[in-house]
């Protein structure tokens, strides 16, 4: 079955390490995109990338990195630099403009 | 820039009756609306979309949307919830012309209740 996978489900880490999220895609989407969700404040977006190795910040980038080295992987790295790390962080990928977006099923982050 | 409001933050419900979830929109360009649901835990599945042609817009699970322009809305309706539909539903907007990421509003909550 096509979809976007994301692992691990549930992540801890100790304050000051940095940790790497995994998304990976069997679409064949351009188009990839990091959400970051906490309660109340809807989806945030992270970074998002149109083609490999190519990828533009989004509205809340700091402390955050990632690489676009392959069409069906987007990898986000959040760093010891993101003060509140703590939060759900959902991967989507889409072919193109006017399409809906493909969500994977998270990443729970909690620092500890 | 596209910007989403949702009206309300949590819709309480009886099963079986009605409900009207709000979204407002802002963009000066046209746009392409969505409406995605989430269950606890879970990404997000989209219900329903608007591209173009009618503005009634029908989608999964009993759920349909009608796209106003005059009042830039996109208000998701169902004649009769069930206790299933319980969970947070996300309005989101795109733009129609060059190359436009995603804006999500932050979410309602629809509690149906017994």
């Known amino acids: 079955d096509g979809g976007i996978t994301q692992s691990p489900k549930y992540l801890f880490r100790k304050e000051g390490q940095n940790v790497t999220l995994s998304c990976e895609q069997n679409?064949?989407?351009?188009?990839m995109y990091w959400y970051r969700q906490d309660p109340g404040q809807g989806l945030r977006l992270i970074y998002y990338?149109?083609?490999?190795?190519?990828?533009q910040k989004g509205d809340i980038a700091e402390g955050y990195s990632v690489s676009r080295e392959k069409k069906e992987s987007f990898p986000l790295t959040v760093t010891s630099a993101q003060k509140n790390p703590t939060a759900f962080y959902l991967c989507?990928?889409?072919?193109?403009?006017?399409?809906?977006?493909?969500f994977g099923q998270g990443t729970r982050l909690t620092v500890v | 820039a596209q910007s989403v409001t949702q009206l309300d933050s949590q819709v309480p419900v009886f099963e079986e009756a009605p409900v009207e979830l709000r979204c407002n929109y802002s963009?000066?360009?046209?746009?392409?609306l969505f409406w995605y649901v989430q269950y606890p835990n879970q990404g997000l599945q989209l219900l329903l979309k608007y591209l173009s042609g009618s503005t009634l817009v029908k989608g999964i699970n009993g759920f349909e949307a009608e796209f106003n322009k005059s009042q830039t809305s996109f208000h998701l309706r169902k004649p009769s919830v069930h206790i299933s539909d319980t969970a947070e539903y996300f309005c989101?907007?795109?733009?129609?012309?060059?190359?436009?990421?995603?804006?999500f509003g932050k979410g309602t909550m629809l509690l149906v209740s017994p």
């Open positions: 989101a907007v795109t733009l129609n012309s060059g190359y436009s990421t995603l804006t």
């Open positions: 679409l064949n989407h351009d188009a």
């Open positions: 990338s149109q083609i490999v190795n190519d990828f």
């Open positions: 963009s000066s360009v046209s746009v392409y």
């Open positions: 989507a990928s889409r072919t193109g403009q006017g399409t809906e977006a493909f």
